[in-house]
């Protein structure tokens, strides 16, 4: 189940997202696995610190994050966040499920390969959930930035 602050933001501000119920799914990968789709269309989001701030970078499932093209487009310095560190600025969600919405706060960083994709599976707080949203509705809605190179292949 949803957690209940994730929907109501669902509901008001992307009233067309589909809601899927699958087993559970601790990796983007494993996401894409439960619902078939390509690694591609699943967004990854990652939280970093940037200058000591929390944010959001997104790839695609079947990508790893390059920082250093985040820092290049921003002239921010970014690292990966510690768990620990950032599970409290994501409640209600599971650890490892948070969705890439700015309810929570924090910027929202996008490979910009994403855009290529009309709709994008992602974690909705939980293991079990993911929503599917209209990819340019979700950058608007979110105010995702789009990075060049954020994702790269392993």
Not at 31 to 43: C, K, N, P, T
Not at 60 to 66: G, K, P, Q, Y
Not at 127 to 134: M, R, Y
Request: net charge negative; charged share 20%.
């Amino acid at each position: 189940m949803i957690p209940t602050m994730i929907e109501a933001h669902l509901r008001q501000k992307h009233q067309g997202y589909q809601h899927h119920v699958h087993g559970t799914a601790k990796s983007a990968q494993a996401l894409a696995a439960s619902e078939h789709v390509s690694g591609r269309r699943v967004a990854k989001p990652v939280v970093i610190r940037m200058a000591g701030d929390l944010a959001l970078a997104v790839v695609a499932a079947s990508e790893r994050l390059n920082l250093a093209a985040l820092e290049e487009a921003t002239g921010i310095t970014a690292e990966l966040a510690d768990e620990v560190d950032f599970a409290p600025r994501f409640q209600p969600c599971e650890r490892g499920s948070e969705p890439p919405l700015a309810l929570f706060g924090v910027p929202i960083f996008m490979d910009s390969k994403l855009e290529s994709e009309p709709l994008l599976l992602m974690p909705a707080g939980t293991h079990q959930d993911s929503i599917l949203l209209d990819t340019h509705e979700w950058m608007a809605c979110e105010h995702a930035q789009p990075v060049l190179n954020l994702g790269i292949r392993p």
